[in-house]
């Protein structure tokens, strides 16, 4: 069964760095796309990174040479390096997987990010 969880949330100021971790179960990377989304309060859910299956990334002009998308087949896990975090990258961060072939999308819950001093 297809599982995404994150975690690696938390209270950074500005200007700081957080990496989070999304564990995955049941996702083959072979055959999904994988992204990184946020949604703040008010506002809709925004991609931040996303992933193909052969590796090829992409990043919106917002976060562009900030954030780092990469994952590990070994270990089950998706990664978001966010570096030079802003106030404005507050938000709830979502994992995500969609079957490239079937075009389902399976989300993890959420980890929030607060960025102030």
């Known amino acids: 069964q297809e599982a995404l969880v994150e975690s690696g949330g938390g209270l950074v100021q500005p200007g700081g760095s957080l990496k989070l971790s999304c564990k995955t179960t049941?996702?083959?990377?072979?055959?999904?796309?994988l992204a990184w989304y946020r949604q703040a309060p008010g506002t809709s859910r925004e991609l931040v990174a996303g992933?193909?299956?052969?590796?090829?990334?992409n990043y919106p002009d917002s976060v562009k040479d900030r954030f780092a998308i990469s994952r590990s087949g070994a270990k089950n896990t998706l990664y978001l390096q966010m570096d030079s975090l802003k106030p404005e990258d507050a938000a709830v961060y979502h994992c995500?997987?969609?079957?490239?072939?079937?075009?389902?999308?399976?989300w993890g819950q959420g980890t929030q990010v607060t960025v102030s001093s």
């Open positions: 992933m193909k299956w052969d590796g090829t990334t």
């Open positions: 995500s997987a969609q079957d490239r072939f079937t075009g389902r999308t399976y």
């Open positions: 049941g996702i083959a990377y072979i055959e999904h796309n």
